[in-house]
């Protein structure tokens, strides 16, 4: 009875705690020029998510026409027809469009879908809990969802209307329900009904997240195998498949309806490649690569044509490509958030609970402290965050490892850093002084390192104009001349290129 009335507390404390942090924060911002940003940065994805949403809202559920953006650097390559065509038809979506149906649903109720992610968010952390408990043990769980509600990136898209969140709700959903399924006797009733959630969550990251187009085959590959060491099981596995496709089945009824392909999720993966992949893309800033336009007409767009034209734009081909590969993956070691749509470091002025949160250098190498250690000590209950990481690493280098793009290993990476530290408190209380000694002084040396010779940004250049310019602009437009001034003087303090 006491371990009960301890664990409700403990949940009580947590639930009270994460909300009452959530709501600071949404305050916060709804006080702030976020609260237009998403509509007054029109080269931004938070304004086409926007355009979409109204979009669906205009046609229907059967959206035949969804919202293609043609930003400026777009219209310097072709016409909207010419990029049509490489899409392969506007009948397709330009993005897993799970998100832009949500959106639509809360259509001049911009706070409500604040509220919704925010509580998306909050559920993440609930997830990541509950799969660091399933495979460490409780203390591993309580520690993850402390960390992940503490986590400061988490907080800053919750805001933002992106689907970012909303991917990473559905893979740390899908790494619990696929941990309660393999830790059960799939003899038992209750493993098909557990296979069933486990199938519908992974169908519903497809319609969210394009990684969900390579992480479900090799999760139902895996569970196959598990089948035939169990000698038990098909019946399972044959139910996850099952709840896989009924979750997907509305974009293959409305695929059908308007004549694209039938599995047809996401027409961006041909500028997302040259993006991140071509001779003179950054590994970790968002570019525009000079040979984009002509890798596009070039190749038409096609997959595999893409790919071959754009590895053949760097100098010294194939090495060169996979030279810049392990730069990216450098980059995912520096402290620096590289930001896209919303800059980290000018919300951090907004939300205390950004500026004070976690951030992802200080969680990254105690995560990777719990990597090596699981593998070193064979965990096999850890497999699932191996095959989620692997594939998420591997979909995140299609492109650039943006701040925004990188969070999701953290969802993988917290039960990490939880089972970690987990493992130091079990020491400390086997008065194992040497061993948590030598783990802190690894740690120590781990954040020397992120924070010293692997931070390659000039902290000077953290921050970036284009938020501040558009603040005054949404200042201007509220008639609050004072606040626009405001911007418009720390963008001639601190970006004098951009004072004009």
Not at 139 to 163: D, K, M, Q, V
Not at 270 to 297: D, Q, R, W
Not at 362 to 385: D, N, Q, S
């Amino acid at each position: 009875m006491k371990s009960r009335e301890g664990g409700s507390s403990q949940f009580l404390i947590g639930a009270l705690a994460v909300t009452l942090l959530y709501t600071l924060n949404l305050a916060y911002c709804q006080r702030s020029p976020l609260q237009l940003m998403d509509a007054a940065a029109t080269f931004s994805d938070m304004h086409a998510n926007l355009m979409w949403a109204k979009g669906i809202g205009e046609q229907g559920w059967l959206n035949p026409r969804p919202y293609h953006p043609l930003n400026d650097w777009m219209k310097d390559i072709a016409p909207y027809s010419q990029w049509v065509a490489w899409w392969g038809g506007e009948k397709i979506f330009q993005q897993s469009p799970l998100y832009a149906y949500v959106l639509s649903l809360f259509m001049h109720k911009y706070f409500a879908m604040r509220v919704l992610q925010a509580l998306m968010s909050m559920a993440t952390c609930v997830f990541i809990g509950l799969f660091a408990g399933r495979i460490v043990g409780r203390t591993a769980g309580w520690i993850a969802f402390w960390l992940a509600a503490l986590y400061a990136p988490f907080y800053l898209y919750s805001w933002p209307f992106l689907r970012d969140g909303l991917g990473w709700l559905l893979l740390a959903a899908s790494m619990w329900a696929l941990a309660e399924l393999t830790s059960i006797n799939w003899e038992e009733f209750i493993a098909w009904r557990n296979a069933l959630l486990a199938g519908i969550v992974l169908g519903l990251g497809f319609l969210a997240k394009e990684s969900f187009q390579l992480l479900i085959p090799v999760v139902i590959l895996m569970l196959a195998i598990l089948a035939w060491k169990r000698k038990v099981g098909w019946k399972v596995v044959a139910t996850v498949t099952v709840g896989t496709v009924l979750a997907v089945s509305p974009l293959i009824l409305r695929n059908a309806m308007v004549g694209a392909p039938l599995l047809s999720s996401s027409n961006r993966f041909a500028e997302t490649f040259i993006h991140g992949n071509a001779g003179t893309s950054s590994p970790y800033l968002a570019v525009i690569p000079t040979e984009l336009g002509k890798i596009m007409h070039e190749s038409g767009g096609k997959p595999l044509a893409v790919a071959r034209a754009t590895i053949a734009s760097h100098p010294t081909g194939v090495r060169g490509w996979i030279s810049l590969q392990i730069l990216k993956l450098r980059s995912l070691l520096d402290p620096f958030e590289s930001p896209d749509n919303l800059s980290f470091y000018f919300v951090t002025h907004i939300s205390p609970v950004v500026r004070l949160g976690l951030r992802y250098w200080m969680i990254l190498p105690v995560a990777l402290a719990g990597l090596v250690l699981g593998t070193w000590r064979r965990e096999k209950t850890h497999f699932w965050i191996w095959i989620f990481l692997v594939i998420s690493l591997a979909s995140m280098l299609v492109g650039i490892p943006l701040s925004r793009y990188r969070q999701s290993l953290m969802v993988m990476l917290i039960p990490c850093a939880a089972y970690f530290l987990a493992t130091l408190y079990e020491w400390a209380g086997k008065r194992d002084f040497r061993r948590v000694g030598s783990a802190s002084a690894a740690l120590v040396v781990g954040w020397a390192l992120m924070l010293g010779p692997l931070a390659r940004q000039p902290r000077q250049q953290y921050e970036r104009a284009s938020e501040y310019l558009v603040s005054a602009r949404i200042y201007e437009r509220l008639g609050d001349e004072k606040k626009a001034r405001e911007m418009m003087e720390i963008v001639r303090q601190r970006f004098p290129e951009f004072a004009k």
